[in-house]
């Protein structure tokens, strides 16, 4: 009896070793599919790869299933279903699922937020984007994979014009990041190159010419050379032939381009496919063949006006899928809100009026107590991050770091002008220096200068704005904003 059991289990186990590896092999089939735009004979085959990974209890098959329906929904323009399988796909047993695939289907969840305009819930999901590409193992695809979420969510706040310090903020962020990193691969380069563009436009926007010029220069240096496109790098190059127009590099944004046209062609994908006939109209007018610009224009008009007919009808379709579902949520609560009520009041009768109003004060004070945190949180975030920033100019020894630190510390240059008013802008830079706490051979090794240079122009300094010589210096200036 024992003996049969065994070999029963042998059996079995092999039975499910087959069926997994049949799961993964139709996997790969809807992978072909969907790439050559067949997504309706995708979501057929995908229903009954879910159904087998049911069936043997394969987490990793059911995931897949349901984030490649919610891909296939996508690009059909039915956000609504396709917020519904991302969501499915992440309720699952994640145990078994890599935080890189966990990663993409919250960034499906926020495209998805960001097709119908509801863009707070899109912040939500490329935080949590953010927040779990962090504990992915491989650290160069952690770092790439949290500067796509910073991406999406710049791109979504730049839209506002209130944003544009939070958009600037995450743009920022990528610029640290990727900038201090000394190995880069190609993704890591576009998506450089974009944000800091993108800085310089900012500033631009804002009257800050110096800073916009200089990070206009900077992006300049990050564009890749000769970059060749794979599914490893399909999403940051969808920004390379843009960055090569920019930077007036016309026949690789040509090349770039109509590679990326002939791939998303492939793939049915409508907002790719007029993004990349918008661009083309601008290289072929700027290459002067008017007759293929307006060709392509044209062509690029039709297709928008083609998704936005399309995109009215699906955004209002999955706005009342996803209302009705709301409502239906919100009947659900409200009856079991009602038979709370009634266990309230019944409550109510056999306690003190003191009690709850105790209660109340109580959880007033803790949701006012953990916004105040949270709030401050956010405010210490962004300085530091203008903090580092500064430092980052300084060590450059930019010629934009007096500019920037004026901006963020103008009450510091005020006070240092009021004490001398006849004080040069090399003395400010130097005073600047020392409220930022850089140590004599720091400023040394920063302004090509030598360390006793340095301490004899802290010499001058005290006399020129009457420090007292038993006075630490880098108190003196901490103590004076």
């Known amino acids: ?108 969840l926020g495209q998805n937020f960001a097709r119908l305009e509801m863009n707070d819930d899109a912040i939500k999901q490329y935080k949590k984007m953010a927040q779990l590409a962090e504990i992915i193992a491989d650290k160069k695809t952690a770092i790439y994979q949290k500067n796509i979420a910073y991406n999406d969510m710049a791109s979504i706040l730049w839209k506002n014009k209130n944003n544009i310090d939070s958009s600037y903020y995450y743009f920022f962020k990528i610029y640290k990041d990727l900038s201090n990193m000394q190995y880069r691969d190609d993704n890591m380069m576009i998506l450089l190159s974009k944000a800091t563009t993108a800085m310089a436009i900012l500033q631009s926007v804002q009257g800050r010419k110096d800073s916009s010029a200089y990070y206009l220069k900077k992006a300049s240096t990050f564009i890749p050379k000769n970059v060749e496109k794979t599914t490893e790098n399909s999403v940051a190059y969808q920004h390379l032939p843009y960055i090569y127009f920019t930077y007036n590099q016309l026949l690789k944004a040509k090349v770039a381009n109509d590679l990326l046209l002939k791939e998303v062609t492939n793939e049915q994908n409508l907002e790719q496919i007029k993004a990349g006939y918008d661009v083309k109209s601008k290289i072929t007018g700027k290459l002067k063949d008017t007759v293929q610009a307006f060709k392509d224009l044209t062509i690029y008009n039709k297709i928008r006006d083609s998704i ?82 500064l430092v980052l100019l300084a060590k450059e020894n930019s010629p934009i770091f007096l500019v920037r630190f004026q901006e963020i510390y103008p009450e510091f240059c005020q006070e240092i002008i009021k004490i001398n008013p006849n004080i040069q802008n090399s003395e400010l830079i130097f005073c600047a220096y020392l409220y930022l706490n850089f140590s004599t051979k720091d400023i040394a090794r920063y302004t090509f200068v030598t360390p006793t240079s340095v301490q004899m122009r802290k010499y001058r300094l005290r006399k020129k704005i009457n420090i007292p010589p038993d006075v630490d210096i880098y108190i003196w200036m901490k103590n004076l904003q």
Do not use: W
């Open 308 to 389: 936005d007919q399309i995109d009215q009808k699906n955004i209002k379709k999955s706005y009342l899928n996803i209302i009705g579902e709301k409502e239906d949520n919100i009947e659900g609560k409200t009856k079991k809100l009602k038979f709370l009520t009634v266990l309230i009041i019944l409550f109510v009768l056999f306690s003190t009026s003191g009690l709850v109003y105790l209660r109340k004060y109580i959880k007033r004070k803790n949701i006012e107590k953990r916004n105040i945190l949270q709030e401050k949180e956010e405010l210490e975030s962004k300085v530091n991050d203008s903090f580092e920033e």
């Open 1 to 108: 009896m024992r003996n049969i059991f065994i070999i029963f289990l042998l059996f079995y186990n092999l039975f499910i070793a087959q069926t997994r590896k049949e799961i993964d092999e139709n996997l790969e089939v809807t992978r072909g599919l969907i790439n050559s735009g067949k997504r309706k004979e995708s979501v057929k085959l995908l229903d009954d790869i879910i159904q087998a990974s049911i069936k043997i209890d394969y987490p990793k098959g059911v995931f897949h299933g349901y984030y490649r329906k919610s891909y296939c929904f996508y690009f059909e323009g039915d956000f609504y279903s396709s917020i519904k399988f991302a969501q499915l796909a992440l309720q699952q047993d994640l145990s078994q699922i890599d935080y890189n695939h966990q990663v993409i289907a919250f960034q499906l």
